[in-house]
């Protein structure tokens, strides 16, 4: 059983920083990958970018390539994702979610643990 809780959202204005975290708890957290969604205002809930177990492979949706950076620190059980260069169109409520496997996981429905969510707004 994982339990995930995210930190780090807030108001924020266009080309500004965020880093959002994602705790987690359970020991074998390290043998999960993370993944960070985001659901904005009336929209379906999308992938934003993926790390597996270890840290050695990330993948990132093209909105946001060049621009985030997922990491994680296994020693503390947390994943971070690193925000540069935000645009309002990032506003959204972000989540990192768990899943028991060796690669990155893309897709919502492979995830098996979902923490409460962040809210990021980016104002212009």
């Known amino acids: 059983q994982v339990q995930l809780v995210e930190s780090g959202g807030g108001l924020v204005q266009a080309g500004g920083s965020l880093r959002l975290s994602c705790l987690a708890s359970?020991?074998?957290?390290?043998?999960?990958?993370v993944g960070w969604f985001r659901q904005a205002p009336g929209k379906e809930r999308e992938f934003v970018a993926g790390?597996?177990?270890?840290?050695?492979?990330?993948v990132y949706a093209d909105s946001v390539k060049g621009r985030f950076t997922i990491s994680r620190d296994n020693a503390k059980n947390t994943v971070y994702l690193q925000m540069n260069s935000l645009k309002p169109e990032d506003t959204a409520v972000y989540y990192c979610?768990?899943?028991?496997?060796?690669?990155?996981?893309?897709?919502?429905?492979?995830?098996?643990?979902w923490g409460q969510g962040t809210q990021v707004t980016v104002s212009s």
């Open positions: 359970g020991r074998t957290f390290r043998s999960y990958a």
């Open positions: 790390v597996n177990w270890s840290g050695a492979s990330t």
């Open positions: 979610a768990a899943d028991l496997t060796i690669g990155v996981v893309t897709t919502q429905r492979h995830y098996d643990y």
